[in-house]
């Protein structure tokens, strides 16, 4: 397996070494500066590229709808859950349908008619009629619930539209559900950690589920539910793509810096593609979303902590390489190509910017009139066409100077203020 390594293009690698420049100084308090550049209270800064609009309470999930049109964004905060169906087109939220308990999951039936909704704590998973650009509750199926702290997580369902699947936070447990059966009933096997999300291969032929608490991808039979493979990759796995061929899983591993790169074939991790903004920063970009070109060549990774989605080639089975970086709001949780290829989206979970409250809470003063700020942070939908080399490379010059930290500041940190304590 390859060393790991960040394998930057010529003209990012400029970029790098010349372009960015020192960080400006920061005002002393967060909110607009101007030009579309907003500061956060962690002291760096978004100016997020596209059009946006706000979706709801930590957005982490989204599926575009089968003719294109719409997507379907699971808010999944502080809030009562909901789900946001946006018009792509006027880039507004048509309707807001509510549900009990949401957590990350959200999958399509093949049949474009059915859409599937992570339960969490309910320990369910729950089934919504689409049509007409509108959602409608339908059932839910109760799934085995292995601890008191358990929720629902990914989901996936099978090519066939035969199965689903989904993976317990907390609970250690595998749930496939047999949609074929006129009630259905889930059966679940034990997982050696806790579980993130699933996906199913092109074929159907198997199921991999990413173990956040446990470094590795399990392959699954998807009928019997018998362990076939563990494929050791990096600290907290999460979302999984498959390359256009099949050939390859993409693996984000959000406590290192990198996605792994699986080859089916062998089920061994053959290498590793950095995106940290730059070669000796330490982790903490925590990647956490993923995104494939239609045409497979690109692949979208969005960074967490680094406010940022990166522009990776992978056209070239061992030689994948960063091309760029896109700015994007405060803490993205999932990006993706639309159908057409033709523009990118982005969730961020913190949306684009952070709000003061000054009526608390304060430590040890009780107040039902607080501004609580999980309550405050509404995320938001970024939308922009695909970018060309030039406007990539702006883009990415942008994502630099935003940034407070460059690796000389880490080897030369500035010194505290005198009369700091």
């Keep these: 397996m390859s060393q790991p390594a960040l394998r930057l293009s010529p003209l990012l690698l400029t970029l790098v070494l010349f372009g960015a420049g020192p960080a400006p100084e920061p005002p002393s308090r967060p909110g607009p500066e101007g030009g579309g550049v907003t500061l956060l209270p962690n002291g760096w800064r978004i100016a997020p590229a596209g059009r946006h609009i706000t979706v709801g309470d930590l957005p982490l999930a989204m599926v575009e709808s089968p003719d294109g049109r719409y997507l379907i964004v699971s808010n999944d905060g502080y809030a009562r859950p909901t789900l946001a169906v946006v018009d792509t087109d006027r880039l507004i939220v048509r309707s807001r349908v509510p549900v009990e308990n949401a957590w990350l999951g959200l999958a399509w039936h093949p049949d474009g008619r059915r859409l599937y909704c992570s339960g969490a704590g309910e320990s369910t998973v729950k089934e919504l009629r689409w049509a007409n650009g509108t959602l409608v509750p339908a059932q839910s199926f109760v799934l085995p ?97 498959f390359s256009k061929d099949g050939g390859r899983l993409f693996v984000a591993c959000a406590n290192t810096n990198a996605v792994w790169v699986v080859d089916l074939a062998t089920r061994a991790a053959r290498e590793q593609v950095s995106v940290a903004l730059y070669p000796n920063a330490p982790a903490g970009s925590t990647p956490n979303g993923l995104g494939l070109s239609p045409d497979g060549h690109t692949l979208l990774v969005a960074s967490a902590d680094n406010n940022a989605v990166a522009v990776v080639d992978v056209s070239r089975p061992g030689a994948s390489a960063v091309e760029g970086f896109i700015p994007t709001g405060w803490y993205p949780t999932a990006v993706q190509f639309s159908r057409d290829g033709r523009r990118i989206e982005v969730l961020s979970g913190k949306g684009l910017t952070s709000q003061a409250n000054p009526r608390g809470p304060q430590p040890g003063v009780g107040s039902s009139d607080a501004q609580y700020a999980g309550s405050m942070l509404l995320g938001s939908l970024s939308v922009l066409p695909v970018p060309d080399r030039a406007a990539l490379a702006a883009y990415t010059k942008k994502v630099l100077e935003l940034t407070p930290y460059t690796d000389a500041a880490r080897l030369a940190p500035a010194r505290a203020p005198a009369g700091s304590p």
């Design 145 to 241: 619930r292995p601890s008191k702290e358990s929720f629902v997580a990914g989901l996936a369902v099978s090519p066939d539209g035969s199965r689903l699947y989904a993976v317990h936070a907390l609970g250690e447990l595998l749930s496939a559900v047999d949609l074929t059966q006129e009630e259905p009933v889930a059966r679940s096997v034990s997982l050696p950690a806790e579980a993130y999300t699933a996906v199913v291969s092109p074929d159907g032929s198997t199921l991999y589920v990413s173990l956040w608490g446990g470094a590795k991808v399990l392959a699954f039979d998807p009928f019997t539910l018998e362990k076939r493979a563990e494929i050791t990759v990096g600290e907290h796995p999460n979302a999984m793509v």
